[in-house]
Each structure stands twice: as structure tokens, then as C-alpha cells.
């Protein structure tokens, strides 16, 4: 078996489709490690990335291993999924050599594979917690037993070390144990779904990566059988597991929302590689119930604590938010997918949503401190339940996120940008903006592309193309984010002119190459209100605070003594100003509104009650318990 993929990137569908967004090479996209996004890069070299290594064996995942092949006596740690936990650490470790180079890992890496080696038996077979614990389990119960969903990841890490490296020996286990998979539950064998899905967007990558069709059959197959009542549905129901209605039937967001999420990551990996259109069709309407209904502001998902799901339409209380963080990451998978597959301009600010917020929010300063789950609000007295503490934690029993968030900032660059084709023309498009040196692709060209700006921080961008020379059909469009409403485009010739509601509506400013060199763009970001849609019951009568794609709250901290976070009022007609420069905190005169002391009391008593100015700052939310515990808002109630 053979890799036929000279590129590096996370999801790289056929390069001969005449139409679509293609992924740039991961090393052709440098982001300057002075930015937002490179510095966070950075951080996960340094500590993420080492932390997630330590842990596993604190955690006792590199004993599960040990254990099944009689080289420890310990008992078996962690949930039954647990050794996801090493295969997707691998992944991070994997992306962050083609990124770097690094040398750092290759022992880690050598004594890993060589132990996962020894563990997997003489079929294929490789799961220690059925192999250490239950081997009568094997293949008994898929709704709970997560072989598929494991096997997802160990290919998903074998794929990246075999693009980043060309070391192949994970790659030849990961395949072993398809081919056992493929043997008992393939087109026309045994009845059998994952129930948690993952497996379905590795196997796609694993046909794009080997050209090996009988590995797109198989996805193709284990997303047909959905909604055939194979799994046990139980108290839970088959919905809980994506089993209660055939995929292309499905345009509802339901059940657990990261099984969900990656589940639509295969699909839309099946249409980019089948070109059915049925699966394009029921997932767009699925993406758009998702994120217009479903998606909390920082862009989590996850309303419901119970079964960690999505709750009904606009069923998104700010307090009991569950937006667990692989959610998110879940979602930027399929979104990525999504753009890959269309042209819609919601997709990168999506994206962008859950960079700099919710999944930001969920590692803190040092990189070694995580959220699991991510509410849009803390109540003073709430007190750590459901993988929800009061303050980050630096591993977790069901520790699925840490290492997630490891493997996803270190691909982070093959979001900023790609080549978008339409019959012969070739278009390098810019979807986030941050300090970066792109290698032109050579459908547009040869040549370095450098943005420099302060972005989310400002909204200046500089352009600089050195020794470019291209095809002169070909050019380049930078994304104009939805949330701009004003802006500014001066060329390297002193023409100035303001962006156009055109551009603003299509969500992106054309440029040709002989035009790019020199040229300023300026995303003008005040700070605004926002309101919920008027049927989320539980934001009634409450905004919140945005500046650019940073979504801001209110934390206890900042709140003068003798004064609950939970008594501030504001009035949308008081306008924010701008940030301060050394730590993005956003000043407000706010007002104090101190409740009736009865649980009920009439509206009249409530609105006589005395209020008085207070002056506060309200912070970035994914900064949020970086200075400890307490209460936290994104939601204010209004004064008016």
C-alpha cells in the first residue's frame, strides 16, 4: 500500500474537480508567530502538545497498552474510548512536524507505534478495554463499545504522520484493523454502525490518501445503514445516536452533538468524493438548522447537559449550556467540509466564530489548562458538575477535548486559506485574516503572499506580494467578514475607495495579482449589540457585546465590591468604546439595578427600585477565569 498524496493538509479532496475550494498545502501557510493564531501555534508546541503527553501517562492510557501485553500490572484507566486520546495526541504530533520540522517526538513516536504494534492481535483487532477488559464484548455492543469511533482516530493519526513524515507503520496497523472491519461489516456481511461516528470522515481521507476505492465503499456503506434501527436505541433513543432516520432523510441537528457533527464531516467528505447531490442537498439544510437555531454566539453547540445533545430550535440557555469543546472542533471540521463542498461566505465566519471564541475560550494562557464544557454564563454559586468546573482543568476523566484542541491548532493554518476554482480560472482565496507568509499554489502562480495586521485586535491589513508572476486570469479575494459594515481598500497607487455593498454582500474584494502588492485594507470594527433571535426564550430581553468576530462578557472580577454581576443593566442607546490597546477590555457605563428582596414581586415595585451608573470593563470571552473563578456573562439584561 501507497500514499499517493504529495500534499499535506487534514482533508484534501480530488485534486481534478473543476469547481470547489481546494486546501492549500499545510507548510505553504506560515502564520507569524507575533499573531493571535501563530503565537497560539506556538503554545501548542511548547506546552499543549508536551502537557497532552504527560497526561496520557498520568492518566494511565499508555498503561491500558502496556497492560494488554502483560507489561504492567495496573488496572485499566478511562473510559472505554480512552486510547482515542493517544491516536489523536500522534495527529497532533504529526501536524506539528509539517508544520516545524520538529525532531522533538520521534522517540515518543517510535516507543508509541512500536507499543500499539505489539497490542493489536492477529486479525486486526486493537482496543484495549475489550482486549484488557471485556474481550467478550468484541464487536457485541457498537453502541457503546466505540471500536469504530477509535479506529477513526488511530487512522486519521496514521494519515497525518504518513503525510507529515512518509512513515508509514501506523498507517499499515490502522489499515489491518479496516480490513478486519471491513471483513465483518462491509456490503454484505454483518449489520453494524459505529455508535459514535468518526470513522466515517477517516475512511473517506484514507481512499483520498491511497487511492484505494474499497475504503470509500465502506464509508459510503456505513452511512447508508443509518436509520435502520440497528443500533439499541434504549432510554436514549436512536436519535441519540444518529440511527433514528436515513442520512439523506436527517435535516435535523439531533441526539449527541459531537457524534452528530462528525457524522455530516463524513458526509459532506462522501459528496466531495461521490458528487451525489442528494447528501450535498440534506446537508446544507442541516448546516443552516444547525447554525441558525442550534449555535450558541461564541459558536458551541450542546444546550442540553443530559446526553450532552442538542436541545429543540433556539433552545439555547445561556446558564446550563452544555458546548462541550469537540463539539466546536466537530463543527469546524464539517464547516471546513462545507466550504470545500460550496461557496457560501457563512462558512469562513463560522469558522472564525469558533476560533476566536468558543474554542479559544477553552485552553487558557498557559496551554495546559482546559474547559470541557464552555457556558455562556456562570451563576455565583454554581457549583462543578458534568465535566463543568468552575475553573479549567488540566485533564479530565473523559478527556477527548485536551488532545482534540492539541491536533486542531496545529493544523490551524490550513484554514487561512485556498484556491478556489471555476473551469479555468484559479482564485487564491483569503477566508481568516491573520499574519501569515502564503506560498502562491502554481494554479495561481509563483510567489509569497505576506498579510500583516493585528487582526482580531485591529481591523488593518497590509498586503505584500514579493517576485509574484502568474497566470493573468488569476487573482486573489480577500474575505470581507460578515459582521464588517464599513471599510476601506487603498491600492499600491494611492487609489482609495470605500468597499462596496456588493463586496460586503458577497462577502469578498477581488483583486488581480498585479494589484495586490502594496495594497491596505481596513475592516473598520466598533464595537456593537447584538440580539438573539426573539424566540430563544431564555435571551429575552438581553444583548450582548461583540467587536469584530470577539464576542465579549462581563466577569465578577471586574465588578466593584457590594455589586452582583447578575444587578448590571445596560442601555443599547450608551455606545461602547473602543478597546483598550493592552489587554482588548472594552469599557462601560453600565447601571446598577439591585432586584426586590422576594423571589415574585409585582412590575411596578420592580421598576421603583433604585439604580445608579457604574463604570466596569467587560473582557474577551475566550479570556474568561484566566484570573479565577466567579460569576460570568455574555447575555447583559437591558435597563430600557
Known sequence: MTSRRPRIAPALPRSSREQGLIPLDLRAVRLSPESRLGAWQQLNAEATIPHCIAQLEASGVIDNFRRVVGESGADHRGFVFADSDLYKVIEAVAWEIARSGTSEHEAWLDEMIALVKRVQDSTGYLHTWIQGVHPEKRFAELHWTHEMYVLGHLLQAAIALDRATGRADLLEIAVRFVDLVERRFGPGREDGIPGHPEIETALVELHRHTGEQRFLVLAQHLVDQRGRDILPGGHLGTHYFQDHRPVREAVDPTGHAVRQLYLNAGVTDLYLETGETALLEVQREQWDRAHERKMYLSGAFGSRHRDESFGNDYELPSDRAYAETCA?????????????????????????????????????????????????????????????????????????????????????????????????????????????????????????????????????????????????????????????????????????????????????????????????????????????????????????????????????????????????????????????????????????????????????????????????????????????????????????
Open 328 to 640: 466546536t472542533i466537530a463543527d469546524l471540521q464539517w464547516t471546513w467540509r462545507m466550504m470545500l463542498a460550496g461557496d457560501d461566505p457563512r462558512y469562513a465566519d463560522v469558522i472564525e466564530r469558533e476560533i476566536h471564541n468558543a474554542l479559544a475560550a477553552s485552553v487558557d494562557v498557559t496551554g495546559t489548562r482546559f474547559f470541557y464544557s464552555n457556558p455562556m454564563q456562570r451563576r455565583p454559586d454554581r457549583f462543578d458538575e458534568e465535566n463543568a468546573p468552575a475553573e479549567r482543568q488540566p485533564w479530565y476523566a473523559c478527556a477527548c477535548c485536551p488532545p482534540n484542541i492539541a491536533r486542531v491548532i496545529a493544523q490551524l493554518g490550513s484554514y487561512v486559506a485556498g484556491v478556489r476554482r471555476s473551469g479555468d480560472v484559479a482564485t487564491l482565496e483569503i477566508l481568516q485574516w491573520t499574519s501569515a507568509e502564503i506560498d502562491l499554489p502554481e494554479e495561481i502562480g509563483q510567489g509569497t503572499l505576506r498579510l500583516e495586521t493585528g487582526y482580531p485586535t485591529t481591523g488593518e491589513i497590509r498586503l505584500h506580494l514579493a517576485s509574484a508572476s502568474g497566470r493573468p486570469e488569476a487573482g486573489i479575494s480577500l474575505r470581507l467578514p460578515g459582521w464588517v459594515r464599513t471599510g476601506q481598500v487603498v491600492l499600491a497607487d494611492g487609489t482609495a475607495r470605500a468597499i462596496t455593498a456588493a463586496e460586503l454582500t458577497e462577502g469578498r474584494l477581488r483583486l488581480g495579482l498585479d494589484e495586490v502588492d502594496g495594497t491596505r485594507l481596513t475592516l473598520d470594527m466598533p464595537p456593537r449589540w447584538t440580539s438573539a433571535h426573539p424566540r430563544v426564550d431564555a435571551l429575552r430581553g438581553c444583548v450582548a457585546l461583540e467587536r469584530g468576530p470577539i464576542v465579549y462578557c462581563l466577569e465578577q472580577v471586574d465588578v466593584p465590591d457590594g455589586v452582583a454581576l447578575d444587578d448590571v443593566r445596560v442601555r443599547t442607546s450608551t455606545v461602547p468604546r473602543d478597546p483598550r490597546a493592552e489587554d482588548r477590555a472594552i469599557p462601560l457605563l453600565v447601571e446598577h439595578a439591585p432586584p426586590a428582596p422576594t423571589l415574585y414581586s409585582s412590575a411596578e415595585e420592580t421598576d421603583a427600585s433604585p439604580k445608579a451608573p457604574l463604570e466596569i470593563t467587560a473582557v474577551p470571552f475566550a479570556t474568561w477565569g484566566n484570573r479565577g473563578p466567579g460569576a460570568m456573562r455574555i447575555w447583559l439584561p437591558l435597563a430600557d
